[in-house]
């Protein structure tokens, strides 16, 4: 798949508009809200919203949210022999996704895209009424927490940040709270011990989607993340599985303030706008599994 990756740094130029005006004293000190000023024409030209199945202003989010991650989910292709490859070069047979983040100001202005990335969901699809081990992407509205990566924190990540330690042996996320635990006991370490070879490259950079928080529906499921994709990757087990540069751009905009997510196959986000859930469940209705083919997804990071 042909890739494009635009990052704006600092200093650097888009569509020929300096980034920042002559003279600023200290491009340091500018803050990510300025350069993710929704008033700007340049950056809302620079994502190609016309194909789209949702429209994001009508994302009925708490007051105050920041940014919103959206997860289209498209057709189901591969299921679980075929997640269990782990490497198959055909992207025809791969259980494709579309990342979009959106950021909105301090002022309550449009959502502004400014983060878009291919990826891959659970080798069963998405899902309303998943449990664990179906292999599905949970479907619905939550809010993120627990970001978290085997990888040290890179300037603009969230304060809270947690590096796992590898060589500690201590760190998991718990399948009995969902919740990421520190204990070096291993026989109380159930669940995903973010610290084993197997999470090498697809852990480097996370954050919890706020599925079934705290496990308030217990056999629901749990460990449900964004998280990094490595090549050839065809499904998940249920998470959503991205770009790297795109999953380090996500933690940088959910440092900003309230983050949430919006998953759901293609063209059936009626049933999500209005469907947030503080406990991280997902909303009644019919969702059919999209028979929609990912459209070409450059990878696109607007800052």
Avoid at 168 to 191: I, M, R
């Amino acid at each position: 798949m042909k890739k494009m990756l635009s990052v704006l740094l600092a200093g650097a130029v888009l569509a020929g508009a300096p980034l920042f005006a002559p003279g600023a004293a200290g491009m340091a000190a500018r803050p990510y809200e300025t350069l993710l000023n929704p008033a700007s024409e340049v950056l809302a030209a620079s994502i190609d919203q016309s194909t789209l199945t949702y429209d994001v202003s009508r994302f009925q989010l708490p007051e105050g949210a920041r940014s919103l991650v959206v997860v289209e989910g498209f057709a189901v292709n591969g299921g679980r022999d075929t997640y269990r490859e782990g490497y198959v070069s055909d992207p025809g047979r791969w259980n494709r996704a579309r990342v979009t983040a959106f950021y909105r100001d301090s002022d309550g202005s449009a959502w502004i895209p400014v983060v878009q990335s291919a990826a891959v969901m659970g080798w069963s699809g998405m899902s309303n009424a998943r449990h664990s081990g179906d292999g599905s992407t949970p479907i619905g509205l939550f809010k993120m927490d627990t970001p978290f990566g085997r990888r040290p924190a890179e300037s603009g990540f969230p304060e809270n940040y947690q590096e796992i330690m590898i060589a500690d042996h201590n760190q998991y996320w718990s399948d009995e709270t969902n919740c990421l635990e520190v204990n070096g006991d291993f026989s109380v370490q159930s669940g995903e011990r973010l610290y084993e070879d197997w999470a090498k490259g697809i852990y480097s950079y996370c954050l919890n989607s706020g599925y079934n928080k705290n496990n308030a529906v217990p056999g629901s499921g749990s460990a449900l993340f964004l998280h990094c994709t490595k090549e050839g990757k065809p499904s998940t087990a249920g998470c959503v599985a991205m770009e790297e540069e795109a999953m380090k751009a996500i933690l940088r905009l959910y440092a900003l303030g309230p983050a949430y997510v919006a998953q759901a196959p293609a063209g059936t986000f009626e049933g999500i706008y209005g469907a947030y859930s503080e406990t991280g469940q997902s909303p009644a209705g019919e969702f059919p599994a999209s028979s929609l083919s990912l459209p070409e997804t450059p990878l696109t990071v607007l800052y």
